[in-house]
């Protein structure tokens, strides 16, 4: 059987995407990865959010609410959403783009840079540092942390590496409990403006976080908030490449930008599945999936479902409408979509603004990431006109 997984269908998966959609949508993996995949559009949007049928509580870190269902889910969502808003996002934008600018300062003299290494991965790092309320000179200790939590999604479970990932995840946890607790203990002492104060007082009918949902969250976030990003940035970038007319047509119109981050979603969507696990025997495109299996919703397959997008296969920054399902469906759909969009606009716009006749500098396919999830590559070298500063 075709290795899934293999760097080159990792890379482009999408033909192997096209004929599962197109014969049985629904393809059982046998051990040792042993998971039902779940290819279109339908499909992956019924179990992404019918949660009375497939749950979100797979084998995962306990305390990550995206792992719950309903009432707890509910609850903490409530209680999260009241220090995650979308005004306190829109306040990011200012120190978004400074941030922009010193990466790009430092690198627009050289004419070359992995976009990858050299923004695309440091810029979600600094955001997310930033709005937790992370001071700057702990900034390499939260990436250290960042490393481990990724670490842990990289191994397929029983290969080498799972346990010493499993080890590595223990102690940046014990190392993150002991410094959030004291980061906790300083907030109430003296609040700031940050989110790690608004989630100490967020209250829903009487109700607080505990330290240790706020510790699942901050971990979540270091996850959510930083690779997938980090992917679209660099996504952005290749699908650009991969299509020249569209990026002349980009740098013509660069009003299309918000548009072209949609179709970058879509085309390339950073996460290529969520996992839920059926509450009881499930019939779906006529298979019956057991209770308790582990279910992958292939979203990277369901944005190309040409029963829903004309001519899917297309990188069209125009395209209208795209209703792509890249930052999830139903209960729990992306928190930090409205971050994650701002985000890509302004690096975007930044790139493309900065670094005159941007090119890709290797002609080599690109590795893939590690994390089995997560789309995008590991590298980008590019080259540009070098330029001074300003
Ligand atoms: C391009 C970037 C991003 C993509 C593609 C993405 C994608 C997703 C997807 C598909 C889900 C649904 C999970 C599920 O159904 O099981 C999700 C949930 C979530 N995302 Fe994102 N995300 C991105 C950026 C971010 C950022 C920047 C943050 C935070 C700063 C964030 C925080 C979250 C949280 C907290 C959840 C859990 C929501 C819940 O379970 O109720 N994400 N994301």
Redesign the pocket.
Known sequence: MTDIFSDANRRDPYPLYDAMRSGSPVLQVPPPFNAWLVFDYDGVKRV?SDYDTFS?QVPAPKNW??FFDPPR?TKL?GLISKAFTPRMIVTLEQRIRQLSAQLLDQAVGHGEMDLADDYATPL?MMV?SEMIGIPAADWPTFTRWSDAILKLSLSRSGEVGAAEAMSAFGTATAEMTAYLADMIAQRRALPQDDLLTRLIEAEVDGEHLDPVDILGFFQ??IV??QE??TN?INNALVCLFDNPDQLAHLKARPELIPSAIEEV?RYR???QW?MRTPKHDVELHGRLIPTGALVLAM?GSANRDPKQFRDPARFDITRDPNPHI???HG???????A??RLE?RIALSDLLARLKDLRPASTEPWEPRKALHVHGPIHLPVRFQPSNHC
């Open positions: 992404l979100s609410f995206i889910h969502r979600p997310i979540l976030l959510g908030g997938t990003t679209l979603l969507s950073p996460l969520m979203i890249a930052f999830g209960i729990h759909s992306c928190l930090g979509a971050l994650a890509g």
